[in-house]
């Protein structure tokens, strides 16, 4: 008996080894996953903390399907499954439309590791491989109309190619209830469930549903700080891997692109508030109509001026580095930042807590290189006064914080937007306009 577990250990320890060689990236972004044999799971699982694996199942694999499968929980991890599933289910999404939607977008990105591997070798066909035969949407429809229940196989088609969780989800919840309205009549369809009732018969995933209760009750709050979590290794993959970040991303899909674009996007829309901003100048500022900068983002969405002022002092960005502000927090006010630099060639950034800090010119792609200083206490003031000694007035003021902290007791005489957390302080009367974040 103990040399069967340890097969299967060495067979799961010899696919992270070779993942970590071969995809770096999809490594760096689950080494702390909690790798745990439980045969309670039919194959493999992951609820976002840990990695499930079934001795005897991986038994039954070779080692190149092994780190398939590993691959493939992996992506369900990195983009946020768990959570993503948690949040559908309490929205009141069908579970099977949705779990089987999951397994096509992480099935998909496999594949895609596959081809470029073999790719990039040379070779015709890839190394790894998941375990059985791809199932495609009519298939599947074909075998929930015989009620048929096929352990050999794993979800993909091609026709998914571009979409997310939520599009797949919909496609095929649109397709099922078409199917068994035509054999059961539509009255049935609208009943709670009955447009799943015979997919809890095809495996395409590993947990019993009472598995996948227990398991929902146990990590429902936790899921946040996940999701939390494996942003910020996004948001900080390009510093660890430096130069051959470029070639990474390259690689990525542009399904998985698209996901975590919109899983790691700013919740500000910086693309409309910055429009609004460019109209709304100070009064001091003297402009004239010059041909517009073309070039500029927000060109499309604004007729701008070419502005011609005494200052150009342009938008400023403070971003508060006290010893109240947590690495979930300041992950998301730099999140916010890059999403003001999609706009604008360039901002004005200080890192500060209750101490003058200097003044850093940041352009989008510089941003990984802010210096990051403070953990000390809060005061806002500093900021102010660091711009009063350098005359500067600023065109707009953004100032990223938990709201804990001394204000100026003189409201300043610019436009100042403060980003505030969900629960923070209280900006006095006054002295800007406030909008909250809802994530942290």
């Known amino acids: 008996m103990q040399n069967f577990q340890m097969n299967q250990k060495e067979k ?3 696919a992270l080894r070779r993942i970590q060689v071969h995809h770096p990236f999809y490594y760096f972004m689950c080494a702390d996953l909690e790798i745990v044999a439980d045969e309670s799971f039919e194959t493999m699982a992951t609820d976002g903390l840990t990695l499930f694996y079934n001795p005897r199942y991986v038994d039954r694999l070779t080692e190149n399907q092994v780190e398939a499968v590993v691959l493939h929980e992996f992506m369900h991890v990195i983009l946020l499954h768990p959570w993503l ?9 069908n579970r099977e439309i949705w779990t089987l939607a999951m397994e096509f977008v992480a099935n998909r990105e496999v594949r ?8 990039a070798r040379g070779q015709r066909k890839s190394e790894i491989s998941l375990p059985g035969r791809a199932l495609g949407v009519v298939e599947l429809l074909d075998l929930q109309k015989k009620n048929t229940e096929r352990k050999d196989i794993y979800f993909f088609d091609h026709a998914l190619e571009n979409m997310d969780v939520q599009d797949i989800y919909h496609y095929l919840r649109i397709r099922i209830v078409l199917r068994e309205s035509d054999e059961d009549g539509m009255d049935d369809c609208s009943k709670p469930g009955a447009s799943t009732s015979r997919l809890k018969n095809l495996r395409g995933w590993a947990v019993s549903r009472e598995r996948i209760e227990e398991l929902i009750e146990k990590h429902l709050r936790g899921q946040e700080d996940v999701a939390r979590r494996v942003r910020e290794k996004f948001m900080l993959a390009p510093t660890i891997f430096g130069s051959e970040w470029a070639k990474i991303h390259g690689a990525l899909s542009d399904g998985f692109k698209r996901a975590y674009s919109e899983l ?3 919740e500000i829309d910086w693309r409309k508030f910055l429009a609004t901003v460019a109209g709304r100048l100070t009064d001091t500022d003297e402009f004239r109509f010059d041909a517009p900068n073309l070039r500029h983002p927000l060109a499309r969405d604004v007729v701008q001026a070419g502005l011609r002022s005494e200052k150009p002092d342009g938008i400023f960005i403070a971003i508060d580095t006290s010893g109240s502000v947590d690495k979930n927090m300041l992950t998301q006010f730099l999140s916010e930042c890059a999403g003001i630099l999609r706009y604008l060639e360039d901002v004005n950034v200080m890192t500060v807590d209750c101490k003058e800090a200097p003044i850093q010119r940041v352009r989008p792609r510089s941003l990984r290189n802010l210096q990051i200083t403070g953990g000390g206490g809060t005061d806002f003031r500093p900021v102010f006064t660091r711009l009063k000694k350098e005359r500067i007035t600023p065109n707009l003021l953004v100032y990223f914080t938990d709201g804990f902290g ?4 003189t409201p300043p005489r610019y436009p100042v937007l403060w980003v505030l957390t969900r629960h923070s302080g209280v900006v006095p009367e006054g002295h800007g306009r406030v909008v909250y974040l809802n994530r942290v």
């Open 264 to 266: 790691t996007s700013p």
């Open 85 to 93: 599933s948690e949040k559908a289910i309490l929205k009141g999404h």
């Open 112 to 119: 895609h590791l596959a081809d470029q591997r073999a790719q």
């Open 12 to 14: 799961m320890e010899n």
């Open 406 to 409: 001394e204000f100026p007791s």
